[in-house]
């Protein structure tokens, strides 16, 4: 028998007695692949030792020819046991992937957090509020009217189209361009007027309508808004029919045009710097309240505005009991004289606004805190002179003095001033108007105050 012949049996021995050892071995219960190939390698080792090393080329999915001379590159892991007790299988190599990996190092690395927003610091801010307009004019004729408008028609230097303004209807008969100015002109029964008979008057009534329009064609937006002015003219009923003579009396004719104008008058609450309506009518006892009274005219005639008396009391009923009046005969400001208080009319800056300041007040023994004020305003022409009937003034150290820098009227104050009657012609050109204001809540020192 040749030596080929003896290596072949010595092989198919081998694979034989392979094959039998593992049957006997999955018979058995304790048979695990990493038990069991030790045994059958060195049966086949002991087989005949003195066989020469038969080379093999190494094949990782063949356990058989595994060579074992060598030792393994990489530290084995023992197989993971599950909960029933046998060795659960790493497929995939997962276990011994774990070992390679290294140290972990700390991870540095976070989230960037969001930046905070800006605080906005206290900014001291007044509300700014709009002060109206002197821009329209009318003049009452004998059979028509004739009212003049200002295109800066709300005083905010922005000059309006033409075509946004009508009266009754009408479109405006003229302009003067290089004084920005529209003119209407209609007779009394024409322009959408309206006609009211009274005992004594004949009144008629205009509209002079402003509406706005696009800022630009195509952009639905407007920066105005719309307005009606009433305009009307007074005609008087009663004429002398008589055949005796009559003697002409001398008005100067500002003063006849003062008589036939449409007057609004005002009292408003201010802020110290005098600019704006106050938006508060909270006070604190000895604060100082800024009080301004005015006028709205649309004439061209030179106006003054006066107030004539001033009552204060707890309720609208200027009646009511108590009140105190601290600006009587004909326009003396008597808080400070009967007080010693800080009231006082300011100095004239402008002919129809006047100014005055009063220390704040509580009515004794009303718990409320609520003051109302009920004023007498009257108007004449700026031409008509300073007079103890018409006139503002105040008391001080040196005495009684004149918001208008006339002194020498006020020397009535402590005595009577007004020695005319209702008849006389200086007191018939005057316009009146009664205006209230309240309540003012004036509350104590360390009460409600934060």
């Not at 606004?353 to 409320?368: G, N, T």
């Amino acid at each position: 028998m040749g030596f080929w012949q003896v290596g072949f049996g010595m092989v198919f021995l081998l694979a034989l007695g392979f094959s039998e050892a593992l049957w006997r071995a999955k018979r058995s219960s304790n048979w695990t692949p990493n038990n069991s190939l030790p045994r059958v390698l060195s049966q086949v080792q002991q087989t005949d030792s003195r066989m020469s090393p038969i080379p093999q080329r190494y094949d990782p999915s063949n356990l058989v020819f595994a060579p074992q001379r060598f030792p393994a590159p990489f530290p084995v892991q023992t197989p993971a046991r599950n909960e029933f007790g046998k060795p659960s299988r790493d497929l995939l190599g997962v276990q011994s992937k774990e070992l390679l990996m290294g140290p972990v190092q700390k991870l540095m690395w976070s989230f960037p957090s969001l930046p905070e927003e800006p605080q906005q610091p206290d900014v001291p801010f007044d509300l700014r509020y709009p002060v109206p307009a002197n821009s329209v004019a009318a003049r009452c004729a004998e059979n028509s009217v004739y009212v003049e408008v200002m295109q800066d028609f709300f005083g905010n230097g922005k000059p309006l189209t033409s075509s946004a303004f009508t009266l009754g209807g009408c479109t405006a008969a003229g302009e003067d361009t290089s004084a920005q100015v529209l003119i209407f002109e209609s007779e009394l029964h024409g322009c959408g007027s309206t006609l009211t008979v009274t005992e004594d008057e004949l009144v008629y009534t205009f509209k002079l309508v402003y509406a706005p329009q696009e800022v630009s064609y195509g952009v639905p937006i407007v920066r105005s808004s719309s307005a009606v002015v009433g305009i009307e003219c007074h005609y008087s009923r009663k004429h002398n029919v008589s055949s005796d003579a009559l003697m002409p009396t001398w008005i100067p004719h500002a003063t006849s045009e003062v008589a036939e104008e449409i007057f609004v008058f005002s009292l408003r609450l201010m802020t110290d710097d005098w600019r704006f309506e106050r938006p508060s009518n909270q006070y604190f006892l000895g604060d100082i309240i800024n009080f301004e009274a005015s006028v709205q005219s649309y004439s061209h005639v030179p106006i003054r505005v006066f107030v004539d008396r001033c009552m204060a009391t707890t309720v609208p009923d200027v009646a009511s009991v108590p009140r105190y009046s601290f600006i009587e005969n004909n326009g003396c400001l008597v808080d400070a004289k009967l007080t010693g208080s800080r009231s006082r009319f300011m100095p004239r800056s402008q002919g129809d606004k006047l100014q005055f300041q009063l220390e704040a007040f509580r009515f004794h023994q009303a718990d409320s805190g609520l003051v109302y004020i009920t004023c007498i305003l009257k108007v004449a022409a700026a031409t008509t002179p300073i007079s103890p009937e018409q006139k503002a003034c105040s008391f001080s150290a040196n005495g009684w003095v004149s918001a208008d820098d006339s002194h020498q009227v006020c020397g009535c104050c402590d005595t009577t001033c007004s020695t005319r009657s209702g008849s006389d012609q200086i007191l018939k050109d005057l316009r009146w108007d009664r205006v209230s204001f309240g309540p003012i809540k004036v509350k104590e020192y360390g009460y409600g105050r934060k």
